[in-house]
C-alpha cells in the first residue's frame, strides 16, 4: 500500500489527521499546504515548545515583522502574540477550504494562551478572549489547559461563542470534568439565545507521556512482571477515556443539547510520538485508530505511518493494567498528578524562552 493510501485508510477510518507543529516557513514555503493537499491532514495543533521552536530555528522567517515590531518599540509580549497571532491566522487561511468541506469538524488550527495563566480563571479568559479576536477566524480553537482554574475558564468561553481545544488532560477524572464544563458552556449559550452550533471543542488527552513515566518506574523495579507492563499505560488510559465518552454520549444531559443543535466534544490524541525505541513508531497512532477522534502528529509519526502503518492491534485492558500497576507501587493518581503539573512546567519553560528570544532580538535592532 502506497503511503498516501495509508494515511487515506486512517482518515476513511474516522480519524483525524492534525498536524502536531507550525512554523511560518511551512506557511510561506507552502509545505503545510502540501500537507493538507497530499497527506490527509485537516487540522493543525500548536504549543509554547512549537512556536519556541518555530521562532528560534527560523528566525529569519519572522525578521521583517520583528523589526517592524522594535521600530513601534513593542515588548517581547506583545511581539511573541502578534509573531503567534498572525502565523495562525495564515494557518486558518490555509486550512479553511477543509473547514468548508466539513462544515466546521476539522480544518482547525488551535493556538494556547499564556501557560503562565494555568492557574488563573479571570486571566484565561481574557487572554483568550484578546486571541479570539485578534486571530479573527472562525476555524481557530483557543487552547485553555485543564486545570481546576481552567475549568469554569472552558464554560465561560463556550457559553460566549468561543471555540476551546482544552489541552493538558491526563487523568479520567479530569477528563470527564473537561466535558462537563464544556456541557454547562453550551448550556449556557442556549440560556443566552445563542446558537449551539457555533462552538466546537476538542478535548486533548495525553498518551505516552504516562508511559514515559511508568516505564522509568517500571524499569527501575526489573521484575518480569514490571518488563510485562511497559508500553501499556498510555493505550490503556486513552482507551478508558474513550469509555467514558462513549458512556457520557448516552446520557439525558448530552442528549437533549444534541437535539438543541450542540456539537460533541471529541477526543484528541496527543504526545502520540513514539519516545522509546523499544516500540514500533506506528504504535500509538495504530493502537487510537478510533473512529471518531483526533489524533494531533509530528511530520515523522505522520511519515511513519504512510511508510508501514497499519489500523488497528491489540488493546491493553485500562482496569488491568492500572490494578497492576498498583500492585508495584504506581499510583495512578500520583502519575497524572505528577505529569499534569510537568506539563505546565515545561511549556511554561518554553514560553520563557521565547519571550527571552524576542526580547533580545527586539534590543538587538533598538
Known amino acids: 500500500m502506497a503511503g498516501n493510501d495509508r494515511l487515506r485508510a486512517l482518515s476513511e477510518h474516522g480519524v483525524s489527521i492534525w498536524l502536531d507543529d507550525l512554523s511560518r516557513e511551512r ?3 507552502g509545505t503545510l499546504a502540501a500537507a493538507v493537499r497530499d497527506r490527509h491532514v485537516v487540522g493543525v495543533t500548536t504549543n509554547p515548545t512549537i512556536f519556541r521552536d518555530a521562532v528560534v530555528r527560523g528566525t529569519s522567517a519572522y525578521a521583517a515583522q520583528l523589526r517592524e515590531l522594535a521600530r513601534q518599540g513593542a515588548g517581547a509580549a506583545v511581539a511573541v502574540e502578534r509573531l503567534t497571532t498572525t502565523d495562525v491566522r495564515d494557518a486558518a487561511d490555509v486550512l ?7 462544515d466546521g469538524r476539522d480544518g482547525r488550527v488551535s493556538i494556547e494562551v499564556d501557560p503562565g495563566l494555568a492557574h488563573d480563571t479571570a486571566g484565561t479568559v481574557k487572554q483568550a478572549r484578546r486571541l479570539w479576536e485578534a486571530i479573527d477566524r472562525p476555524n481557530v480553537l483557543i487552547k485553555v489547559p485543564a486545570t481546576p482554574a481552567g475549568l469554569p475558564a472552558i464554560t465561560d468561553l ?6 476551546v481545544n482544552v489541552t493538558l488532560i491526563f487523568a479520567l477524572s479530569r477528563y470527564a470534568a473537561v466535558h462537563a464544563a ?3 458552556g453550551v448550556e449556557q449559550a442556549i440560556e443566552l439565545g445563542a446558537d449551539p452550533a457555533r462552538v ?7 498518551v505516552s507521556r504516562l508511559d514515559t513515566y511508568a516505564d522509568r518506574r517500571l524499569d527501575a523495579i526489573g521484575t518480569g512482571e514490571a518488563r510485562r507492563l511497559r508500553g501499556l499505560a498510555g493505550l490503556a488510559n486513552a482507551r478508558l477515556a474513550h469509555r467514558r465518552h462513549l458512556r457520557d454520549l448516552e446520557s439525558g444531559r448530552w442528549r437533549a443539547l444534541a437535539a438543541a443543535g450542540a456539537h460533541r466534544q471529541r477526543l484528541l490524541w496527543t504526545s502520540t510520538s513514539v519516545k522509546d525505541p523499544a516500540y514500533p513508531d506506528t504504535y500509538y ?6 473512529p471518531g477522534t483526533v489524533n494531533t502528529l509530528p511530520e515523522p509519526a505522520i511519515d511513519a505511518f504512510a511508510d508501514h502503518g497499519t489500523v488497528g492491534g491489540a488493546v491493553p ?6 490494578g497492576a500497576l498498583a500492585a508495584l507501587g504506581i499510583g495512578y493518581d500520583e502519575m497524572v498528578r505528577r505529569l499534569e503539573a510537568d506539563g505546565i512546567a515545561q511549556f511554561l519553560t518554553s514560553w520563557r524562552d521565547l519571550l527571552g528570544a524576542v526580547e533580545r ?3 538587538e535592532e533598538k
Open 182 to 184: 464544556y456541557m454547562e
Open 96 to 102: 479553511r477550504p477543509v473547514y468548508e468541506r466539513t
Open 317 to 322: 485492558d485500562g482496569a488491568e493494567v492500572f
Open 361 to 363: 532580538y527586539l534590543s
Open 285 to 290: 497512532t495504530a493502537g487510537l485508530a478510533i
Open 158 to 163: 463556550v457559553a460566549h461563542g468561543i471555540s
Open 27 to 29: 506557511i510561506v514555503t
Open 200 to 206: 466546537r471543542s476538542v478535548a486533548s488527552f495525553f
